[in-house]
Structure formats: C-alpha cells, structure tokens
T-cell receptor, first 115, second 110 residues
Framework: DADVTQTPRNRITKTGKRIMLECSQT?????MYWYRQDPGLGLRLIYY???????NKGEISDGYSVSRQAQAKFSLSLESAIPNQTALYFC??????????????FGPGTRLTVL | GESVGLHLPTLSVQEGDNSIINCAYS??????FIWYKQESGKGPQFIID???NMDKRQGQRVTVLLNKTVKHLSLQIAATQPGDSAVYFC?????????WGAGTKLIIKP
C-alpha cells in the first residue's frame, strides 16, 4: 500500500550493529504497528502505538525498541542486532473500528539480514 | 497459549474452480477474525473480516464462514483466478492484538 512506506526495503548488517527501520504513513491513522514475519510462523507483533504518547509492547518486544516521532512516523530499532532477528519486518496502520480490533494496512516490508 | 493455524501450507486449485482455505483457532474468547492476502514481495492486504456474533459474511467473490462450536473458520474464493495466487493468512483475537496463522499458499493451475 503506497500510503504506508518503509525504509530501507532491504538491509544486511552484522551482529552487534544498531539498526533503525523507519515507517511513514499518509493515511492519517493514529494507530501504528510493527510486526516481524518468519517463514512458517505468520506475523508476530513487536510493538504498537495508539497515538504519539502511547507505546505498547507486543508479543515479542525483547531486543527491540520503538519511537513514535509524530502521528505519521513510527520507527523500530534493534540496539544490538543478532542473527535470529533476521526476518521480514512490516509496519501497519489502522484507525479505530467498532470493536477492539480494526483493519490494518501494511507497508511493503523491510527484509533484514543479520550476519 | 493462544494459537491460530491453517490446515494446509499449500493448496493447488484449478483456475475457475472454487478455493476453500481452512483455519482453526484455540481461544474461545477470540471475538474477531480477519483474512489477509499476501502477494509475493508485498505486505498483507485485508480481504474480509468477521465478528464472533456472525456465522457467515460475504464479500466480492469471497465468503468467510465461522464455526464457533469447533473453533474453525474458512475462506471461500469463488471462480479462482490467476490473480488470486498468494499466501492467505487468518488472524484472530481481541484486546487490540491479533494472533496470526502461518499462512496457506494458494497455487492456481491453468
């Protein structure tokens, strides 16, 4: 979805390096999410943010941190990358629906390889 | 813990036939389920959703069926087309978090 962009699209780094993945959206949504996707495991939630001042840990937040710089920007950091963080990372946005969950719109993904 | 899983990692269907992709879940408290489609090199794209107070919901060429008794849901795609080739994910949950299944790759045979 062109309304949600991620940079970089591909990144190869070495163990111990600090990495930042960036996400920007033009959909005007308050809610943003970071997921990782591994083969055979589906998507797993790392962090989510319901507004600029609200940051929440997801299922697998260890080893990651996030920053919500503005409504439109949500970045994911790996302070000291390790090989098992090699994965496909997706950013998503949503707006409040009628219930606790709402439709999420995904960016194109960032493929991260940690050597 | 909670889980959502698809029955088959791969499904091959003849072009023009109907496709049925199945998914099972473990948490009775899940009140919302979504099907996403992921094409190669792209992020997941919303297809259709259903709430736990419904048994069936229809969209354009797609139908989702929910059987809460056996904790099972399915995605039916009518008249499968080459453009339907993708990995399909079911996801379910509540409390602002989704649990995702591993995905079923739909292969369209000409």
């Amino acid at each position: 979805d062109a309304d949600v962009t991620q940079t970089p699209r591909n990144r190869i780094t070495k163990t111990g390096k600090r990495i930042m993945l960036e996400c920007s959206q033009t959909k005007g949504h308050d809610r943003m999410y970071w997921y990782r996707q591994d083969p055979g495991l589906g998507l797993r939630l790392i962090y989510y943010s319901f507004d600029v001042k609200d940051i929440n840990k997801g299922e697998i937040s260890d080893g990651y941190s996030v920053s919500r710089q503005a409504q439109a920007k949500f970045s994911l950091s790996l302070e000291s990358a390790i090989p098992n963080q090699t994965a496909l990372y997706f950013c998503a946005t949503s707006e409040p629906g009628q219930g606790a969950l709402d439709t999420q719109y995904f960016g194109p993904g960032t493929r991260l390889t940690v050597l | 813990g909670e889980s959502v899983g698809l029955h088959l990692p791969t499904l091959s269907v003849q072009e023009g036939d109907n496709s049925i992709i199945n998914c099972a879940y473990s948490n009775s408290a899940s009140d919302y389920f979504i099907w996403y489609k992921q094409e190669s090199g792209k992020g997941p794209q919303f297809i259709i959703d259903i709430r736990s107070n419904m048994d069936k919901r229809q969209g354009q060429r797609v139908t989702v069926l929910l059987n809460k008794t056996v904790k099972h849901l399915s995605l039916q795609i009518a008249a499968t087309q080459p453009g339907d080739s993708a990995v399909y994910f079911c996801a379910g949950g509540g409390n602002y978090q989704l649990i995702w299944g591993a995905g079923t790759k739909l292969i369209i045979k000409p």
